[in-house]
């Protein structure tokens, strides 16, 4: 089975993701890391952001031993990070060349000690429109923009990440711009994605919510 959850950051997504990856013995795939190693990889290597050809070198150079390393960085969560990668995510060249990872993992899915999984659940921006179209269950998780920005900070805060609410919300409405603005891959939902807006849902509440669509869709 291959579940797909895409939406805007700090919609849900991740912890939906896990629970559901936890529940159904599934694989977990979080597709913003490969963006976010493109980019931070570009930060710690002073190279400019905006540059297409620089940052499709370094996506062709990416393995998945490289951005597992990557991603104990300290900046690879922080919002350098997720700004850098929203940044590289814009360009074409940079998806295309972080496609074919994104996908292989579909074909044989593994969990994070190397043993195979039976299925997969993939969160990003485009797993259901792009990454894999011919997912079984895709979910589109949303928040309002405040409710996100306030989840974003605790988060943050709880991490020890020294940043402010007013610069985290400003983070997102950028972010949010650049993925839903994108000519390639733009944030938006698969036409068959089932839309979960957790803006006044406890994790709890979204993680029963998605396994009852889920059990539901299974009856058909
Ligand atoms: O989900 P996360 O915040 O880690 O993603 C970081 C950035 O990577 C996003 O803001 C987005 O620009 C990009 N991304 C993407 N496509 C995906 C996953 C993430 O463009 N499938």
Request: proline residues 4%.
């Amino acid at each position: 089975m291959i579940i797909t959850i895409d939406g805007p950051a700090a919609a849900g997504k991740g912890t939906l993701a896990a629970a559901l990856a936890k529940h159904y013995k599934l694989a977990y795939f979080d597709t913003g890391m490969v963006y976010r190693a493109v980019g931070l990889q570009m930060v710690l290597q002073n190279l400019d952001l905006t540059d297409e050809a620089a940052a499709e070198k370094v996506a062709q150079q990416l393995t998945f031993e490289k951005m597992m390393e990557l991603s104990h960085h300290p900046d690879f969560r922080s919002d350098i990070g997720g700004q850098a990668a929203s940044k590289v995510s814009v360009f074409p060249k940079v998806r295309a060349a972080l496609l074919k990872m994104q996908q292989d993992f579909s074909l044989k899915p593994v969990f994070a000690n190397g043993t195979p999984a039976n299925g997969a659940v993939y969160d990003g921006r485009d797993t259901g429109t792009v990454v894999c179209p011919h997912a079984d269950i895709k979910f589109f998780v949303t928040a309002s923009m405040t409710v996100r920005a306030e989840r974003r900070y605790k988060e943050f805060a709880a991490k020890g990440i020294n940043t402010t609410y007013e610069k985290v919300l400003q983070d997102m409405v950028e972010r949010d711009k650049r993925d839903s603005e994108r000519s390639t891959a733009p944030l938006k939902p698969a036409e068959d994605a089932i839309i979960l807006d957790t803006s006044t849902m406890d994790t709890e509440q979204e993680i029963a919510a998605a396994i009852k669509i889920i059990e539901a869709q299974k009856s058909i």
